[in-house]
């Protein structure tokens, strides 16, 4: 038989449990809030958990990170889910617009944070690295045509759209291209042009391109803008970010160079560039000639290391 003064020191593991629900409401409120809670009748240690966690089932970042990994970073579906919900939105601004550009540009990305590309963090458990103009734009940039509007120096009757794009290549080579003697060691990453028919009443076909600077704010063709008093547009904004934009057409850098990488005349190109280091611009395109396309086989070779090929799924 027991001893009945025998102090009884099971382990807690063993003891019954006694669950129960409460509810929990604020004076003056008819809202309540659902919590569940866990008593072990021995120790008395109570554990709540909250229901309405954010963190949890399909809001918990690692399960949309995986999710998002398992459908190879589709963008339309990742824009979709970032409209549902506040959290969905703050999850995917803050993880998975990174995590997409770097899955889509590792080269592009490794080059803008200045970062070995085995070395990129990973977003999952924290937050991605801070970049201007956010991650969600440079997704943008990566996948999104942002069409063409009329503006001082390019004459169009009528605007162009903006599309997803199939699949697109941005080059460092050909983002020197686009930059004067002065600021050829600034990083710049740009897209070949998007190419749409020629609309009614135009001689050529257009030409839309974008791009994105690395460290712009300590670049020399920011400098060279702020020294030469360029004015920032009033009427036109980045398509990407929605910051405004100086036109390098109007400030005097745009280098020839920029014209032959584009195949394109002289006079019939501008682009512009915001204050977070965006850049997008239209051309009228030539058609090449079959010395031309000889011309550029070599060079397009010698870029393949620094370039990056973006497609959707």
């Known amino acids: 038989m027991a ?19 409460s509810r929990s409401s604020s004076s003056g409120t008819s809202g309540s809030t659902s919590t569940s809670s866990t008593m072990h009748r021995a120790t008395g240690r109570i554990a709540v ?19 998002f990994r398992f459908l ?23 993880i998975l617009f990174y995590e997409l550009c770097v899955s889509r540009a590792p080269r592009l990305v490794s080059a803008i944070l200045a970062t070995p590309v085995n070395a990129l963090p990973h977003g999952i458990g924290g937050s991605a690295p801070r970049l201007p103009g956010g991650w969600p734009a440079l997704a943008k940039i990566l996948l999104y045509c942002c069409g063409c509007t ?4 390019f004459a169009l009757s009528n605007p162009m759209p903006g599309h997803f794009t199939a699949v697109t290549r941005f080059s460092k080579t050909s983002g020197k291209s686009f930059l004067i003697r002065r600021c050829s060691g600034d990083v710049l990453y740009v897209s070949d042009p998007c190419e749409h028919a ?71 190109l501008e682009y512009f560039v915001c204050v977070n280091g965006h850049l997008h611009g239209s051309c009228w395109l030539t058609p090449l000639s079959s010395s031309n396309d000889d011309g550029n086989s070599e060079d397009d070779g010698s870029s393949e290391r620094q370039s990056d090929e973006i497609g959707t799924p």
């Open 3 to 21: 001893n009945p003064n025998q102090e009884r020191n099971p382990s807690t593991s063993s003891l019954p449990l006694i669950s129960s629900t």
């Open 49 to 67: 958990s909250n229901r309405n966690n954010p963190n949890t089932g399909i809001y918990n970042e690692q399960v949309l990170t995986l999710l």
């Open 72 to 94: 190879n970073w589709d963008p339309q579906t990742l824009c979709s889910t970032a409209c549902t919900s506040r959290r969905h939105r703050a999850v995917a601004e803050r």
């Open 150 to 153: 009329p503006s001082l120096f």
């Open 198 to 268: 020629s609309p009614p009443g135009e001689e050529h076909d257009l030409g839309v391109y974008r791009g994105v600077f690395g460290g712009f704010v300590r670049s020399r063709t920011r400098a060279c803008l702020i020294g030469r008093n360029a004015e920032l547009e009033v009427h036109i904004r980045c398509p990407y970010c929605g910051a405004r934009v100086w036109s390098m057409t109007a400030a005097g850098l745009v280098p020839r160079s920029a014209a032959t990488r584009l195949g394109s005349l002289e006079d019939g």
